[in-house]
């Protein structure tokens, strides 16, 4: 292949990997309510978004496939983050399309018993948040929202970059919380 035809193709990859997707739900949007199993630490639970609200706002973010690249490192990065949402009142929650038994595997080994994971295998909260993957919409994009007390999105953030979520999704619970 020439070496133009290589460049051009790897320019269209990283604009591809790094272009931003508006999220449908908008900041000012009621956030549905949702009840999810969900693991932390291997175990399995039944995940209310309503009653963790009560509790503080929710950092709720949209994950494509366990155990991949990707979601492993933005699961290890929420993991080290958890402490710095917890001190400011906010609950971190992932949900991907996975089954409830690779999620118990998930919670433990990437999300370091943590923070919770949701399976939402019919993709039904998924469509909700509008978090479909465009070429596969039973698969979640990766799309991070930080949800109110009030149960209003506060911060809607798309990106290919797992890293990128944490810092901005922090950053936004930081600015709610006015510290």
């Not at 460049?7 to 009840?35: H, I």
């Not at 009560?54 to 496939?65: R, T």
């Not at 919409?137 to 798309?158: C, L, M, N, W």
Request: aromatic content about 8%; some cysteine.
């Amino acid at each position: 292949m020439p070496t133009s035809s290589l460049r051009t193709l790897v320019c269209t990859a990283a604009l591809l990997c790094t272009a931003t997707v508006q999220a449908a739900l908008k900041v000012g949007d009621v956030a549905p309510t949702f009840r999810a199993p969900a693991a932390v630490a291997g175990k399995a639970f039944d995940f209310d978004m309503a009653a963790a609200l009560k509790k503080g706002p929710v950092v709720l973010y949209f994950f494509p496939k366990a155990f991949t690249q990707g979601c492993t490192l933005e699961a290890h990065a929420f993991a080290e983050a958890t402490p710095r949402f917890a001190a400011m009142g906010a609950t971190v929650v992932g949900m991907s399309h996975d089954d409830i038994d690779t999620l118990k595997r998930f919670s433990t080994e990437a999300c370091r018993d943590q923070f919770a994971v949701a399976s939402d295998p019919k993709a039904t909260t998924i469509k909700a948040y509008d978090a479909a993957a465009a070429a596969s919409p039973e698969r979640a994009d990766r799309i991070s929202y930080v949800i109110g007390q009030d149960g209003k999105v506060k911060f809607a953030h798309t990106s290919a970059d797992p890293l990128e979520h944490v810092a901005q999704t922090q950053a936004a619970v930081k600015r709610l919380a006015g510290k």
